[in-house]
């Protein structure tokens, strides 16, 4: 049994969230860099450009990439061999969260409830999944969503029958309807089979992998590839205001299912897709 | 090619902006999202006076991060402007000749923009501490409790903006993305997709 004080989770949670709300991944960087390179639109080829320069400038001044610092997703890998000690976890991490958002002057974007819509003032409380697998240790992976693009998210449960092209329609349906409101170019995650919420999860956490590395499994690599081309097709563009750059990556994960169903979820992050990891 | 434009906007200006124009804004504009807009209507159902006067003057959908020590303001980019259509149109009747954020309009607010001769700019969304440098003063007019979404006056310089639906109701947002519909598969160079 390894002991790992809460702290520490605390702590790395505090930042880890501030780290990934001031420098853009470097994968993304990238894809930015490739596509303002290849991008015919000249409106689109601005737009790219400036988005890099926020990007330098964010880095430099130590200051949010984008004001919308998100709601705050914790996804924890915990070794079945840990235990944790010195108080509770999901405080541990709500006050790393907490911690984060003062002391990094990001923007405090949560309600206390859906309806009533009293803000939180510091941004908890946090969406975090555990997940427990064996070792001794902690993987913590963030996200801090923001919402111009988890709006435009959508899940279907598809007949087993609509099979693939199914899932390519449902994808490209939902990028076309999203069009300029989740702040295209976007990255795109989805979930395909499981249950109703497992496709949700896999469709998030999807967007934890780096957009130049393909699903592991040579079907959904292909696939990937394929909407990646069929999305850019769609002259979208940056900001919606046409052009070749629609879609930076698009990321697959995907599940056992049952003989009757064929879920797929669609997660989609704005160009600003802001995740880190740490192990502990 | 930019066109330099300060706030208050007058009619002529608005009436010669056309869908794709780049401006750059200058002077005072008025940040309120979702909460800000429910409250002024509120205020209006009430038979209460708005706490700012929105004749001729522009609204920015946004909401921004708070400022580090000695900064004027934190990033500060728009927000998606389609939330915002249930209150818009009510809100041009009362003069207001500019909006600025990000995404779609529905018909109700294009239609009252052609009505009352308002325009429409798009910002770039997720350019947040690239517009936080154009601001040169910030202050919160109302709704303080609201935090980020407390209604407040900024003076901004050089603004980038570009007209994303005119007061002829044309819409860049409709015109422009099928001109390059199949393009990408077109281009001889190619993305990098990463190997599987």
Redesign the interface.
Known sequence: MREIDVKIICETVKQLFIDSNYNLCQDIRN?LN??KD?E??E?GKE?LD??I???D??AK?Q???????GMSVVFLEVGQEVCFIGGDINEAINMGVRKAYNEG?????VVADPIE?K?T?DNTPSVIHYNIVPGDKVKVQIMPKGF?SE?MSRIKMLKPADGVEGIIDFVLETVGKA???P?PPIIIGVGIGGTFEKAALMAKRALLRP??????D?FY??L??EL??RI??????P??????TTALGVNIEAFATHIAGLPVAVNIS???SRHMEAVI | MYIRIMTPLKDEDVKKLKA?DHVLLSGIIYSARD?AHKRMQEALRKGQDLPINLKDQVIYY???????PG?IA????P??S?RMDKYAPEFIKLGLKGMIG???RNSDVIEAMIADNAVYF?A???????I??LIKSQEVVAYEE????ALIKLEVEDF?L?V?IDSSGNN??TT??????????L?E????????
């Open positions: 894809k490739e596509y290849l015919v639109s409106i737009i400036k988005i320069e926020n990007a400038i964010a001044k200051i949010a990439i984008c004001q919308d610092t002057f990001l923007r405090k974007s819509r803000n003032g111009g709006n069009g300029p409101n702040c957009i130049d590395k393909r699903n592991s040579s690599g292909q990937e590839k990646l081309k850019n097709d769609l002259g979208i563009g900001q919606g205001m046409g052009g070749i704005c160009h600003a | 794709g909460a946004a909401g921004p991060c708070p400022a580090r900064e934190g990033p500060y980019g927000t998606t389609g990000k995404g779609e798009a770039i969304g997720g350019i947040g501490a690239y936080a440098a609201l935090g980020a979404e980038p570009i994303a860049l947002y422009e993305p099928e001109k390059y519909t199949g393009r990408y598969s281009l160079d190619k993305a990098d997709m990463g190997d599987d």
